[in-house]
């Protein structure tokens, strides 16, 4: 099993930025992929990006140049860094894992992030 941590989210105005941090602990070395997903009011949750064990990252087209993916392997931490945020970027975002095949996942409990206009 793993455990996955969120931090980092908050309100920010529209044009600003945010940096989400993911903590992973537990069988961090079962870990195939991990991802960001958000919940906006009302809306099914999506996904926002992935990110392999090789590092190759994948984008949501609604974030891609704006957003940054990335891992810190020696602190067990993924990171989403949030540039140039807009009102419809508010949500809760979780962090995701998928350990073993076929994969079982695993979330964090989700952090708030609000864009004021």
């Known amino acids: 099993q793993v455990q996955l941590v969120e931090s980092g989210g908050g309100l920010v105005q529209a044009g600003g930025s945010l940096r989400l941090s993911c903590a992973a602990s537990?069988?961090?070395?079962?870990?195939?992929?991990m991802g960001w997903y958000r919940q906006a009011p009302g809306k099914q949750r999506e996904l926002v990006a992935t990110?392999?064990?090789?590092?190759?990252?994948n984008y949501a087209d609604s974030v891609k140049g704006r957003f940054t993916f990335s891992r810190d392997n020696a602190k067990n931490t993924v990171s989403l860094q949030m540039n140039s945020l807009k009102p419809e970027d508010t949500a809760v975002y979780y962090c995701?894992?998928?350990?073993?095949?076929?994969?079982?996942?695993?979330w964090g409990q989700g952090t708030q992030v609000t864009v004021s206009s």
């Open positions: 990110i392999t064990r090789g590092s190759s990252t």
């Open positions: 537990g069988s961090i070395g079962s870990i195939n992929a």
């Open positions: 995701n894992a998928g350990l073993g095949w076929p994969p079982a996942y695993y």
